[in-house]
Structures are given as C-alpha cells and as structure tokens.
C-alpha cells in the first residue's frame, strides 16, 4: 500500500510564496509515473491545480499558469510544488496524488488511486 505524506503548507500573505511537498512510502517511486496537486477550497469541489507525467511533461489550471511549477526530485524521490505570488483566492486543503503505470498528465481526479491526506493553505489578504 503506497502512502503519500504532504508537507509544507501553512499561512502566507498575499503575494508571497510556499513550496509543498509529497513523499512516498514505501519507496515505489519507479512504478508511480503520474503525479498531480489538486486542492478543495471550503464549500467547493476539489480541482486539479498541476500535474506531471512519465518524461515529465506537466499541465496547469489556468489561475494557476505562471505562478505555480510541479517538479519532480529523482533523486529524492519527492513531488513538489512551488507556489509564487499566491493570492488569496489559493487558500485551501492540497492534495498530493499519484498512480501507477505509464502515464500522460492529468487534472482529474479518477486519473489518481493514490492520495495523501492534505496540507492546509492560507493565503490572507
């Protein structure tokens, strides 16, 4: 059974910046090839914010392009997700997701059978 642990979220001011984390254990990393962030906001649903896939090609939601970059450590074995210039309307519960196999990148979450926990956000004004 894969498990993946979130780190790194917490309270920032507009503007400024976060990088969350998501490692996986036992370590499988070789056979977990698509990877995504995806965040629930309170009183909405849960929305693919980025992802990455086999050779590493990534993908975006709009409101995030240009401000936010998913990347890979292979050595470590750690998904990232840096977050710059976060306003407030990126406050929310991120979720770090994975599935095994040979994989394109995607933002739906029936794409994923494996999730961690969440790592809170908040971006005040």
């Known amino acids: 059974q894969v498990q993946l642990v979130e780190s790194g979220g917490g309270s920032v001011q507009a503007g400024g910046s976060l990088r969350l984390s998501c490692a996986a254990s036992?370590?499988?990393?070789?056979?977990?090839?698509?990877w995504g962030w995806f965040r629930q906001a309170p009183g909405k649903e849960r929305e693919g914010v980025a992802s990455?896939?086999?050779?590493?090609?990534?993908t975006y939601t709009d409101s995030v392009k240009g401000r936010f970059t998913i990347s890979l450590d292979n050595a470590k074995k750690i998904l990232y997700l840096q977050m710059e210039r976060l306003k407030p309307e990126d406050t929310a519960m991120y979720y770090c997701?994975?599935?095994?196999?040979?994989?394109?990148?995607?933002?739906?979450?029936?794409?994923?059978?494996?999730w961690g926990q969440g790592t809170q956000v908040t971006v005040s004004s």
């Open positions: 997701a994975a599935n095994p196999g040979w994989a394109r990148y995607s933002l739906f979450e029936r794409d994923f059978g494996y």
């Open positions: 036992p370590i499988t990393y070789s056979s977990l090839s698509r």
């Open positions: 990455i896939g086999t050779a590493g090609s990534t």
